[in-house]
């Protein structure tokens, strides 16, 4: 039997990805679920036709901003959105999460919030990491969870071509590691990493400034991470630059669950 594929990938717009090969990479890649980032729509904006699978949509309320969708194979269980106690935590509603459950395994896909420039946001995003962790852990215990999305983090100074210039800059922060070191610490994988600990120059996003993408001169951002418990399980674990369309590209996890 085949691993299971995941596929992740911020779109930066889904509209604007359509028009540069989305579809057809989605039908080339085979995959048993894709998820979502950025999607910036509400779900009656799009006529998606995806044969042979259940979409699953989380949009911001903001319109044009933010957002998730899910879209697999098999049929989850059942479908979780946002995180618990988000209008008790006062966290505005922006489609950053859904959860999916399935037999074995629970499938989440984020959008983590960024920073912003001058680190506007970055109380807000430490809180988010707190809550989103418990969260996680809640489901650990549970069943093994498979996360993806864009975390909006390079975790090391080998996930992004410049360090030292982008010190404490947005998605590099000593906090933002932190919060990320302690997701690890908690009983997760970053599966990347776990195959590859010390494979240079491999970046899932790059800025549309200065040639960027040409150069390679970008940020690992785009995660998948794992339950501890099932980290033998992964087969392969890769980032797709040749694919274009948005300024992040896809990652892909093949994972025997």
Known sequence: ??????VSWNVNGLRACMGK????????????????????????????????????????????????????????????????????????????????????????????????????????????????????????????????????????????????TNHNNAGFTDKERGKFTELLSAGFVDSFRYLYPDKRDCYSWWSFMANSRARNIGWRIDYFVVSSSIKDKIEESSILPEVTGSDHCPVMLEISL
Request: aromatic letters at 12%; charged letters at 30%.
């Open 1 to 6: 039997m085949r691993p299971m594929r995941f």
């Open 21 to 164: 090969g989305f579809e057809q990479f989605f039908n080339t890649i085979n995959a048993d679920i894709v998820a979502l980032q950025e999607t910036k729509l509400q779900p009656h904006q799009i006529a998606l036709e995806l044969e042979g699978y259940e979409q699953y949509w989380n949009s911001a309320q903001k319109k044009g901003y933010s957002g998730t969708a899910v879209f697999t194979k098999h049929k989850p269980l059942c479908v979780n959105y946002d995180l618990p106690d988000m209008d008790k935590l006062g966290f505005p509603k922006e489609g950053r999460v859904i959860t999916l459950e399935f037999d074995k395994f629970f499938f989440v896909d984020c959008y983590t919030p960024n920073s912003q420039r001058e680190l506007t946001r970055i109380e807000h995003r430490m809180d988010w990491e707190d809550e989103f962790r418990r969260y996680l852990c809640s489901l650990d215990a549970k069943k093994p969870v498979v996360l993806c999305g864009d975390l909006n983090v390079a975790h090391q100074e080998i996930d992004l071509k410049n360090p030292k």
